[in-house]
Every structure is written in C-alpha cells, then in structure tokens.
C-alpha cells in the first residue's frame, strides 16, 4: 500500500490503467488485456494481490481464469494473506459477504446484522447500509444482473475465495459460518411463508 505526503494510507485499489501498469512492471510479464480487465474486477483493483495470483498459476503452470470459483478456491491458498485497507468492521463484513454467492441487498443486510456481534466481538454493525456503500465504493461488493432476482451483491470471485480461505485459518470461523446459515435458513423459511 502506498501513502501520500500527508502520511494518509491510499486505497490500494488501482484504475485499470494503473493496474495493468503495476503488473506489467511488477515482473508477471506482458498481461493479455482482457485478462488484466477479468483480473481487475476479481481482485477488485487490488494489484498486490492479481500479481501474486500471477505467479503461484505460473509456478503451477496452469492457465490464470479468475471467474472460476474452483481456480480461485484453489489459488488463494497459495497467496499471501490479503490486507483490504479497511476497517475491522467493514473487513468482517466483507468476509461474511464472501460467504454467500449473489445475494439481495436485504439479504445482505440481514446477514451482516446476525453475524455481525460474532466476528466484531459483540460490537455489532450499526448501519448495515453505510457498511454496504462502503464496501461497494472500495470493489469487495459489485452489482451483478440477474434475469429473475433483478440486481445483486456479491464479492469478486477471487476476493471472496481469499477472504473465506483466511477465515477459515481464524479459530472463531466455525460458530460465524454456523449462525450466518441459521439466519439464511431462517430468511428463506419467512421468505417463503
């Protein structure tokens, strides 16, 4: 991450200029377009973390495909631990946002308001909403499209591997997942009534 004259940390997201920029001369070697566009988007601008992407694929010799969820369950284990350049709130949240695919902004929110207490160690989150526009600003959440459930949220596809596969490493992990999919259960079951 880098900093300006102030000392203030900068977002470590990256135009896609910039982006391909870092990359290319990070030492990865000349980067397909369309490939840095893909990568850009997965790792929300995050050039630090599509380059260490970059080299545990090419160390592996397989082909770089960062909208397959098996590929980013697969190369997050082999990259170093992602700092987001967050808030501790905003991190938890996007680590539980991670584990769900394409969700509803109520279902985000109410997710993040069950679980919330559990990762923040009973603080909990007080504007669910704001924590949401917060984290779509910095890319942990894009607007995706779908034809019959209209806009959703969810954390790009090699993001939200990397943030499951680091909570996992963290001991408290199994009661957060454990309470998010009582709540999801719970929602489905009331949606459904």
Wanted: proline share 5%; net charge negative; glycine share 8%.
């Amino acid at each position: 991450m880098s900093s300006n004259a102030e000392g203030k940390a900068q977002d470590p997201r990256r135009s896609l200029g910039d982006f391909i920029i870092e990359l290319e001369s990070s030492g990865v070697g000349p980067v397909d377009t369309e490939l840095c566009h893909l990568l850009w988007t997965e790792c929300a601008g995050r050039a630090l973390f599509a380059e260490a992407v970059l080299r545990a694929a090419a160390t592996a010799g397989v082909t770089v495909e960062p909208e397959s969820a098996a590929f980013a369950d697969w190369v997050v284990e082999l990259c170093p631990r992602l700092s987001l350049e967050l808030g501790p709130g905003d991190t938890a949240a996007a680590s539980v946002l991670a584990q769900l695919s394409a969700v509803s902004e109520p279902t985000a929110v109410r997710a993040l308001t069950a679980v919330a207490d559990d990762l923040l160690g009973g603080i909990g989150v007080n504007d669910p909403e704001g924590v949401l526009i917060r984290l779509h600003s910095s890319g942990m959440l894009t607007r995706v499209e779908d034809s019959v459930r209209g806009s959703l949220l969810q954390v790009p596809t090699l993001i939200a591997a990397k943030l499951r596969y680091d909570l996992t490493t963290t001991p408290d992990a199994g009661p957060v997942v454990a309470s998010l999919l009582e709540v999801l259960i719970e929602h489905m079951e009331s949606a459904g009534a």
